[in-house]
């Protein structure tokens, strides 16, 4: 572009886009956004339609998360907007770099309740990690520029634009705002040396892993460390695969649903070293109570979490990337009886899949397909049992290569979170677990599959039942069960179809590994759909209120 | 009940007020009092007296986070006065 000319608000929010490597935006067009979508039109940018915002929304979820890229989506005003809200809660609870850009009506009738207007600015402020209204073109380029710098720093977040139909079509010359230089906390050297001595000092610790590891891409610098220290170590669900499987000392996830020796070597340690987490009830049951006897060492990009629910021995507010290695040392046979006790409470506790019957045992064929899937795959899950049995029977090589909707739990995540996740992954194998509940919710989005033949491979887990919500009437309710049966659900395999989309049925335990290689070796997408026993539950569950170490165990019943 | 008094420095942006007190109401303090004063140099001064029986840092953490507020200090507490809180 020469200087001086002058290009339309709506090709500038598309230049703006594509200067920051942006590929593929996510959205779904009406009437206020309609110049945007215009200037869209033989651009360069990709779009996806989707088929609801919400979906669309999701979707920048799902390539934010696959990829580690800001994902962009796209909403009118009105419907549109308030249709974003979900997704871009999903987004703040799981720290996920999105950018939502929204149409307004004009800022002549901005307040007089037009047609399709909302105050979405307002409507943001609860949903997002910031939020502007463009109320002059020259503000434009600086605010969008502003929007994805924000967006991807610090602890990264939504940022929702929302842009007036007459800002979209004033015309301005398009000039590169300069970058702003983000501020990290920094890290003092008394703080690694107060850490330092506390790890040399502590006999029993253990590490208490969470999402901040992926977001920070400091995997490797974790990994070093663990292997360095030898010291054992949990996840939680947003920080699955950022320890393999095979590590020494790695129990898994911990928490509500997670594997018993995790919960119980938490309890017994002395030293509990968290790393890009957050004590979410979910993870620590009574927080009183939660390894009672340990000191903390919390490190974590986001200040505010430093002792918002446990107060630490040590806070290091900071870049993991760095504070990791800073941490590291070799104390030698230090740990050595502890480790020798986890390594024997991971054996004593491990989990069995030699489970008798016909019936499809969701665990076990999970675990199958974590051992079929290829070194380069992405899983997204829905929210309920099948999420959790995801969580505790499969593995991971990355923590980007499993997608789950963490804080927010919010059921339809999965498949739209998917199709992202193609998108900014095309060579992974993508599949989506998901269950009959949760599948419903987005399930429009099979259009999209359908639209650019994506090759997503869907498993729904099927027990005809809103499975988790079951589960806690019959142990918390009284086996009241109030509205939780779904045994009037279409017949998912027929629905696919419609879409062009081939599926098969699985009913027996004898034919899942037929089930799973025929999903995973069809060309495009597929639709698996197991029927499992439905009187299975999620096992071990610390009741709501109770310690970690007070769990439930397998009490399965037919209901 | 603890009563704190906050002097609050932030940008001058249309929802800034909204996007503060939104902070307040949520994590669980009230406003006593308020008052408010746009400055010229394209700041506004926020003075607010808030109670509540959690700890005044669970508030000024999260304000201190809004990509607007330039800084928040807490002036008087009681009974802790030890948690004054600023942001760098």
Redesign the interface.
């Known amino acids: 572009m020469e200087a001086g000319q002058m290009i339309r608000g709506a090709d500038a929010v598309i230049k703006a886009i594509a200067a920051h490597g942006v590929t593929t935006v996510f959205g779904y067009p009406g009437g206020a956004i309609m110049p945007i979508y215009d200037a869209l039109y033989g651009s360069p940018v990709e779009h996806l339609l989707s088929r609801h915002e919400q979906g669309a929304a999701f979707a920048a979820v799902g390539y934010a998360r696959a990829s580690g890229q800001t994902g962009v989506c796209f909403a009118t005003s009105g419907p549109g907007a308030t249709n974003l809200v979900t997704s871009l809660a999903d987004a703040l609870l799981d720290s996920v770099p999105v950018v939502a850009i929204t149409g307004q009506v004009s800022t002549a009738v901005i307040g007089t309740d037009a047609f399709q207007e909302v105050d979405v600015l307002g409507m943001s402020l609860s949903c997002t990690k910031h939020s502007f209204m463009v109320t002059h073109v020259d503000e434009l380029v600086p605010t969008l520029y502003k929007a994805f710098e924000i967006a991807a720093s610090g602890r990264p977040g939504p940022v929702l634009v929302d842009i007036p139909k007459d800002v979209q079509i004033a015309m301005l010359e398009y000039k590169t705002p300069l970058q702003a230089v983000t501020q990290e906390p920094e890290h003092t050297p008394e703080q690694i040396n107060d850490a330092r001595e506390l790890i040399s000092q502590a006999k029993q610790p253990m590490l208490y892993v969470g999402g901040g590891v992926g977001m920070a891409s400091a995997v490797d610098q974790l990994r070093d460390f663990i292997k360095v220290t030898g010291i054992p170590s949990v996840a939680t669900l947003k920080g699955l695969g950022s320890i393999t499987i095979d590590t020494p000392g790695y129990l898994g996830m911990l928490g509500m649903h997670g594997s018993k020796a995790a919960n119980l070597a938490v309890q017994e340690c002395d030293l509990l070293i968290v790393v890009g987490a957050r004590f979410d009830d979910r993870v620590t049951g009574r927080l009183a109570s939660f390894a009672e006897n340990a000191k903390v060492i919390h490190l974590d990009i986001d200040a505010a979490e430093l002792g918002k629910l446990r107060l630490p021995e040590v806070a290091i507010a900071g870049d993991l990337r760095q504070i990791l290695p800073a941490l590291t040392q070799n104390l030698g046979e230090q740990f050595a009886p502890w480790q020798a006790k986890v390594a024997q409470m991971k054996q004593e506790f491990q989990w069995r899949y030699d489970r008798p019957g016909e019936l499809i045992y969701a665990p076990a064929m999970l675990n199958r397909l974590a051992h079929k899937l290829p070194q380069d795959s992405v899983v997204a899950c829905d929210v309920g049992q099948h999420q959790m049995w995801v969580a505790q029977h499969m593995f991971f090589n990355r923590p980007e290569d499993h997608l789950s909707s963490a804080g927010l739990g919010t059921m339809g995540f999965g498949l739209p979170a998917a199709i992202g996740a193609k998108v900014a992954r095309p060579d992974a194998c993508v599949v989506v677990v998901s269950g009959d509940g949760s599948f419903m919710m987005n399930v429009q989005e099979l259009t999209t599959i359908k639209r650019k033949r994506l090759p997503v491979k869907i498993l729904l887990v099927d027990n005809q039942k809103l499975g988790m919500v079951k589960q806690w009437q019959q142990l918390f309710f009284e086996e009241r069960y109030s509205e939780t049966d779904l045994s009037d659900n279409p017949d998912f395999v027929k629905m696919a179809s419609a879409f062009d989309i081939p599926g098969r049925n699985i009913y027996k335990a004898c034919d899942v590994e037929a089930g799973l290689d025929e999903m995973l070796n069809s060309q495009g997408p597929f639709l698996l759909h197991v029927s499992i026993d439905d009187a299975h539950n999620v096992w071990p569950l610390v009741p709501p209120g109770a310690s970690n170490q007070d769990m439930m165990e397998e009490m399965d019943k037919q209901t | 009940m603890n009563n704190y008094s906050l002097a609050l420095n932030v940008q001058q942006r249309p ?1 800034v007020l ?2 503060v007190l ?1 902070v307040v109401r ?1 994590r669980g303090f009230k406003v006593a009092n308020l008052s408010m004063q746009l400055n010229s140099n394209n700041s506004t001064s926020i003075d607010m007296l808030v109670h509540s029986e959690r700890e005044i ?2 508030l000024t ?2 304000i ?4 607007d507020v330039i800084d928040c200090r807490v002036l008087l507490s009681s009974p802790t006065a030890e948690l004054v809180q600023q942001k760098g």
């Open positions: 929802e909204e996007r939104r949520h840092g669970l953490n999260q201190n986070k809004l990509i």
